[in-house]
């Protein structure tokens, strides 16, 4: 009697010990899942902004290019006439409709 009650506790030590480690493997597994989704979820990020930085750096060398070329009076003056249909004394100033 001795034996099959202490063969009952060691079989429920068993399934106890088998069912925790059943449970900690799964919250593991669910643990490392979710933080490889995070990774990825950075990775995915991190490749956008690296594209957005290059395009912006792009356009920061064309506003220091453009800043570069209004320090010109002559530049100016041509944007100006070219822009906003600004005309010296005794021009005329005609538009040709682009098709």
């Known amino acids: 009697m001795a034996k099959s009650i202490s063969r009952k506790k060691a079989k429920r030590r068993m399934l106890l010990l088998g069912f925790s480690s059943i ?3 799964f919250v ?5 899942g979710k933080y490889w989704i995070e990774i990825y979820e950075k990775y995915q990020e991190k490749k956008e902004l690296e594209k957005e930085l290059t395009s912006l750096k792009e356009k920061e060398e ?3 290019v453009d800043a570069n070329k209004l320090q010109n009076p002559d530049y100016i003056a041509r944007y100006a006439r070219e822009k906003y249909l600004y005309s010296k004394d005794g021009e005329f100033i005609l538009q040709i409709p682009e098709e």
């Open 23 to 25: 449970l900690i493997i």
């Open 28 to 32: 593991m597994t669910f643990t490392i």
């Open 62 to 64: 064309e506003l220091k």
